[in-house]
């Protein structure tokens, strides 16, 4: 695809500050990005403009912890005033009853607030994020629910919550009455890296997450989303693999024995709370370009960085040495560029938690 072709970004994500609250044990900021300085405010704002310029028509707030700057009602005014809708990841822990009705005021222009949540009580929830943080963010939530706002939650799957999975499910679906929501896994990049002894779970964890997760789901149909990642779609792809192995049927919706299990790099470009343009806030080590310095547009379609990540789907499995000769390239798409490089120092090789030789014990150096 030419580069001159590539149409505006579906989104961008927005790290409008690396401040947080809280100490979340799998954050992708390490200590080394939040020590970065935050952009002023007339920065941001001069930066919604070129959005607005360039055609882009959302934006998501994260950081950090959003709420955690002062002036982030006069972001979200600009944001509005530049004719934009946006969304918000948060933990929900600084949100009251006064601030959820001065959200509300923006309803129309607000896609969804993402809360994180991964723990049905206080010891789960708080062993991860820290002691209080479950109560305040239920607080937030029910802050959320009173202004009638359009709220959801993701839960992050990892060794300290993976047995609580099916308590959180069911507290999400029956208390809190959320008829969608994300379940992801946690990945090893940046204060996750760090703490990956203790968040990294073993085989038996993960398969068990697989079978919390499809049991949930066929009991309740399309509530717990995941998008193209996830303990839902990865085991739902390898059932997908054992039938087409027994009957040689298989089809998915994209291309695979290539790279191709990312399309981030056509649809969004993230943002690092220092104005640092990143491909994905799980590939921070890829810098495109800073605000003030390089041009939205020239980021987007000239960027080095990018242009490389869109060459990243002509690579074929069997050009990789890892992968040369495997028989189940036909079903494969490599999976996650972020956690492939989080794990192996490199782009354009497949993410070892996705490698399906090794989860059936056949590839003893991804020793699932």
């Known amino acids: 695809m030419a580069e001159s072709s590539v149409k505006t970004p579906d989104s961008v994500i927005i790290a409008v500050t690396g401040r947080c ?40 707030l994260s950081g950090g912890e959003p709420f955690a700057r002062r002036d982030i009602w006069q972001l979200m005014d600009s944001i509005v005033q530049n004719k934009m809708r946006f969304g918000i990841l948060t933990n929900a822990t600084l949100i009251t009853n006064e601030s959820a009705e001065r959200l509300n005021t923006y309803s129309r222009r607000i896609d969804n607030i993402q809360v994180s949540v991964d723990g049905s009580s206080a010891e789960t929830h708080d062993a991860i994020r820290g002691k209080g943080a479950f109560e305040r963010t239920m607080c937030g939530i029910a802050a959320l629910k009173k202004c009638e706002l359009p709220w959801t939650v993701r839960v992050t799957i990892n060794k300290l919550n993976v047995c609580d999975l099916e308590a959180i499910l069911h507290m999400l679906y029956y208390d809190l009455g959320l008829k969608n929501f994300g379940v992801n896994e946690a990945f090893p990049r940046g204060a996750g890296q760090c703490n990956n002894s203790i968040l990294e779970m073993t085989p038996e964890e ?18 717990a989303s995941g998008a193209q990642a996830g303990p839902l ?4 792809l390898l059932d997908k693999i054992e039938r087409a192995r027994a009957t040689g049927e298989f089809t998915v919706p994209y291309r695979t024995g290539h790279l191709t299990g990312c399309n981030i790099m056509w649809q969004k470009i993230s943002v690092l709370h220092d104005g640092t343009y990143v491909p994905c806030h799980q590939l921070p080590q890829i810098k495109l370009g800073k605000i003030g310095q390089d041009a939205f547009r020239d ?9 490389q990540l869109r060459e990243r789907h002509t690579v074929s499995l069997e050009s990789l040495e890892h992968c040369q000769g495997c028989k189940y390239q036909q079903y494969c798409t490599g999976g996650c560029p972020g956690v492939a490089s989080a794990i192996t120092g490199e782009v354009n090789t497949i993410n070892p938690l996705d490698c399906y030789r090794a989860y059936i014990g056949e590839d003893m150096e991804y020793a699932y």
């Open 299 to 307: 980021v987007w379609q000239s960027s080095i960085g990018l242009r």
């Open 21 to 60: 609250n809280l100490a979340c044990k799998y954050c992708f900021y390490a200590d080394e990005m939040v020590a970065l300085d935050d952009l002023p405010t007339e920065t941001w704002l001069a930066f919604f403009e070129e959005l607005r310029d360039a055609g882009v028509m959302r934006v998501t």
């Open 206 to 223: 993960r398969r068990l997450s697989f079978a919390v997760m499809q049991k949930f789901d066929r009991e309740h149909p399309g509530v």
């Open 233 to 236: 779609i990865m085991a739902n």
